[in-house]
């Protein structure tokens, strides 16, 4: 095997990473496997995982059960197009869905990655308005601080600050963005908390096709969590409207707010969700868009009675293998009674983070844990302390998170939040 050295510098010459410079390059810590919910580094120290992949090992790394079910469906096949074949591994993973969300989604679109799913539920969205005679429905209506992906029409409904909308914006479709909520979690939403996205789509409920929002938590633009009461008044609202609600639940789905999908907080269902992340475990890229009877049926039965989208790798084989072999490992256990321990583990163990100077909130739901800071990090700084102290987290902005594997140890996470209550105390006197 190559050495570190050569590795890294390879590394550094010509792999870009995730929203990095080729040039003002920040560190990376090359690893050499990963089992449960520890990551092992080449130079052989060990972090714990406070991450999960951005959201997607809900069940640890290197899980015996997911990886038979890998090298099972690897021995019959890895992949055939979906356009005209169709296989076990998929239909399985379908049934599941059906089964799993909201009754009235009813029609399971799959795909390679979360956003492109969003992008497939935009195009529902308006094809399904065409379909029914109103195509000037074309614009989408989405909320502040929100995060939806990066590709094209992911981008436009992303929060227009954060969301690199100065970068695009001659390329971009124009939406339309109501105030982030601020009704927080368990607290009642009020007329004036939801004025500004009410007023906004009765104004243009003739041009909106859709409203699109992350249900309960918006994730990467901020890690917020807002009421389930409002989440009820945007459908009772979109309903009024004819305007369909699209819920993107790839980063919430599968738990990780504490209910199955966070809809279910508010007891609602949309007419179209995307789910990404946690759905295959976090082995392979895999997301699915689901449709309501209603949209799939208005959608073919209008012109030209097709969906127009169809990816290559739509429904591979390997993914869906996996993908059931997570969900039905998911519900063999006792996931809820997980997340609420890592939910009061979290709480007590960020506690501390309440009284250091430059914090400015801290919050947790489910198996999240958001430490709010009054100003930016410099994440490189940062990291390179947790690194330090044993685990891995990767702040950004004014956030340092967790979202640990629903599998980990009571020890582990009490260990998480030492760490970053120890770092952000640091940091606090620098
Ligand atoms: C991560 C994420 C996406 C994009 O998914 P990718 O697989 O990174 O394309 C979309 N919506 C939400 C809510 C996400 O958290």
């Known amino acids: ?12 010459a010509h792999a870009w990473h995730p929203y990095t410079s080729t040039l003002n390059q920040d560190p990376v810590y090359p690893v050499r496997a990963a089992r449960g919910c520890r990551l092992e580094l080449m130079d052989g120290r060990e972090l714990i995982d406070g991450m999960s992949s951005w959201w997607c090992a809900i069940h640890g790394y290197n899980h015996p059960v997911l990886n038979q079910a890998l090298r099972d469906q690897l021995e019959a096949m890895a992949h055939v197009m979906f356009g005209g074949l169709t296989h076990e591994p998929a239909v399985g993973l379908i049934e599941r869905l059906v089964a799993l969300t909201p ?22 969205a308006l094809q399904y308005h065409q379909a029914r005679g109103e195509p000037g429905r074309h614009r989408l209506l989405a909320l502040r601080s929100g995060y939806h992906g990066d590709t094209f029409g992911a981008m436009s409904v992303c929060d227009p600050v954060t969301g690199m909308h100065h970068l695009f914006a001659q390329a971009l479709p124009r939406q339309l963005f109501a105030p982030a909520p601020a009704c927080p979690f368990g607290a009642p939403c009020r007329d004036e908390d939801i004025a500004g996205f009410a007023d906004l789509l009765w104004e243009h409920r003739r041009e909106l096709a859709a409203v699109i929002l992350e249900p ?32 993107d639940e790839i980063a919430t789905g599968f738990g990780r707010s504490g209910r199955f999908f966070a809809c279910e907080h508010a007891g609602i269902s949309p007419d179209i969700m995307t789910l990404g992340k946690a759905l295959t475990g976090g082995y392979l890229t895999l997301a699915a868009t689901l449709a309501s009877r209603e949209v799939a049926a208005t959608i073919s039965s209008g012109t030209p009675g097709v969906f ?18 997570s969900i039905d490992l998911l519900l063999a256990r006792d996931w809820a009674g997980e997340v609420r321990d890592i939910q009061a583990g979290l709480e007590a163990g960020l506690a501390p983070c309440r009284g250091l100077t430059g914090v400015a909130e801290v919050r947790v739901l489910g198996a999240i844990g958001v430490v709010e800071l009054e100003r930016p990090v410099v994440m490189r700084d940062l990291q390179r302390r947790l690194v330090e102290r044993g685990v891995w987290l990767r702040p950004f902005g004014r956030l340092l998170y967790l979202m640990p594997p629903f599998v980990i140890e009571a020890r582990d996470l009490a260990r998480l939040c030492a760490a970053t209550v120890a770092v952000l105390d640091e940091w606090a006197g620098d």
Do not use: W
């Open 1 to 12: 095997m190559r050495g570190v050295a050569e590795l890294l510098a390879i590394d550094r």
């Open 103 to 124: 009754a009235p989604l009813q029609h399971v679109f799959l795909c390679d990655s979360g956003s492109v799913s969003v992008e497939v539920a935009i195009k529902m």
């Open 216 to 247: 309960i938590v918006q994730g990467a633009g901020g890690m917020r969590f807002y009421s389930a009461d409002y989440l009820r008044r945007v459908r009772e609202l979109c309903d009024a409207a004819g305007v369909l609600l699209i819920a």
């Open 308 to 325: 127009m989208h169809g990816p290559t790798f739509m429904g591979n084989p390997l993914a869906c293998a996996v993908a059931n072999a």
